[in-house]
């Protein structure tokens, strides 16, 4: 199994461009995530998705959109980039809620690294 | 929405000695509490968790431990080695409405430096 595979690994756009970071996993889990990390900020969810059908915004929504195409793939778009996006991006997936816990631990993908000029 | 403190943001310790991290979280309703490890140009990887119904949980020479009132935790790694040298991020959440999947809210995380 692959896990969460991000694609692209690297891009470098200019200010105003659009672009699409994809997102699958293949472990048959329910919720999918997206964050950013800029150095010395830890990660900040930008967007999730707690099941198929659903997207809800996270502390730093703005500037992004989101697809949950399908239980395995959970797509960001940027439609009009800005320097301040420039970041590294990690997507992440957990397992349904239990009957116990709502919250499962989030598995990481790769990241995408995304130089906006 | 929540808000996760982590201290300190750099700590360097003796190859053998103990280390801690400590985090505090501002939101009572937060169930939750992660623990991340990352290394340079790596993905965020998952060393243990701890959920608000147990005070303490060990997984070898990791441990956490789990403060409600004072709505704090903190990670605990003995015997360090050279391949513990990375950056730990601490992490809480409260879990959806209906039962359902929430994100979590990050620390800032601390780089630990283990000496030689």
């Known amino acids: 199994n692959a896990g969460v595979t991000q694609t692209p690994k690297f891009q470098v756009l200019k200010t105003g461009q659009s672009m699409t970071l994809q997102c699958a996993q293949d472990?048959?889990?329910?919720?999918m995530y997206w964050y950013r990390q800029d150095p010395g900020m830890g990660l900040r969810l930008i967007y999730y998705?707690?099941?198929?059908?659903?997207?809800d915004k996270g502390e730093v929504p703005n500037g992004y959109n989101v697809s949950r195409l399908n239980k395995r793939e959970f797509s960001l778009r940027l439609e009009s980039a800005a320097p301040s996006q420039t970041s590294v991006y990690f997507c992440?997936?957990?397992?349904?809620?239990?009957?116990?816990?709502?919250?499962?631990?989030?598995?990481f993908g790769d990241g995408t690294r995304l130089s906006i000029l | 929405g929540e808000n996760v403190e982590q201290h300190p943001s750099t700590l360097s310790v003796q190859e053998g000695d103990s280390a801690v991290i400590k985090c505090t979280y501002s939101?009572?309703?937060?169930?939750?509490f992660p623990w991340y490890k990352q290394e340079l140009g790596k993905r965020p990887q998952l060393i243990i968790d701890i959920r608000s119904n147990v005070g303490e949980k060990k997984d070898q020479r990791i441990a956490v431990t789990l403060n409600k009132t004072a709505k704090h935790f903190s990670l605990h790694i003995t015997e360090t080695q050279p391949e513990d040298s990375a950056v730990y991020f601490c992490a809480a959440s409260m879990g959806g409405t209906g039962g359902g999947a929430d994100g979590l809210t990050f620390g800032k995380g601390t780089h630990l430096i283990i000496q030689p």
């Open positions: 939101d009572s309703a937060s169930n939750y």
């Open positions: 472990m048959n889990h329910n919720s």
């Open positions: 992440a997936s957990s397992p349904p809620p239990t009957v116990f816990y709502s919250n499962q631990p989030q598995h």
């Open positions: 998705s707690a099941s198929e059908g659903t997207t």
